[in-house]
């Protein structure tokens, strides 16, 4: 949920679009983005071609994957701006071994792959590894 709201923050010029399937999460959403002010984010509860196309067109998608709904994501996105670019966050390997097929399939390629490591130290003096997500970036090449 804050992700969105931070992301709103940043780009204060311009329109963030988050898509949130959970009713609870998509109320904690709209509850942060309320209490810290923020009045450049639309939350829509699903992506969707008409829910998108009532908002400003996206020129980049921040998506955390979801490996039952990833792939219609990517389609919808693309059917509303077939110029649009991709960042896709997952912990899960399984849809990381997805993501590059989907992508190919689909027209996009892959620009950038890299997972994200963050260690703290606990009390005792001991590393305590934190989750380490992948991003994975990628557009459609002009032709």
Do not use: C
Request: proline share 4%; no cysteine.
């Amino acid at each position: 949920e804050s992700i969105a709201v931070e992301a709103s923050m940043v780009a204060y010029e311009g329109v963030v679009i988050a898509a949130e399937r959970d009713a609870g999460s998509l109320r904690t959403m709209e509850e942060n983005a309320s209490k810290f002010g923020t009045h450049n984010i639309e939350i829509i509860p699903e992506i969707t071609v008409e829910a998108l196309e009532k908002l400003p067109t996206p020129r980049l998608a921040f998506i955390v994957a979801q490996k039952s709904t990833i792939e219609n994501d990517i389609v919808t996105l693309l059917k509303v701006n077939p110029k649009i670019k991709f960042i896709i966050y997952t912990l899960e390997l399984d849809i990381l071994a997805d993501i590059k097929y989907l992508m190919k399939k689909h027209g996009v390629d892959v620009t950038e792959v890299m997972q994200i490591a963050v260690s703290k130290v606990d009390k005792n003096g001991v590393f305590v590894a934190q989750p380490a997500p992948w991003m994975i970036t990628g557009e459609v090449k002009e032709k």
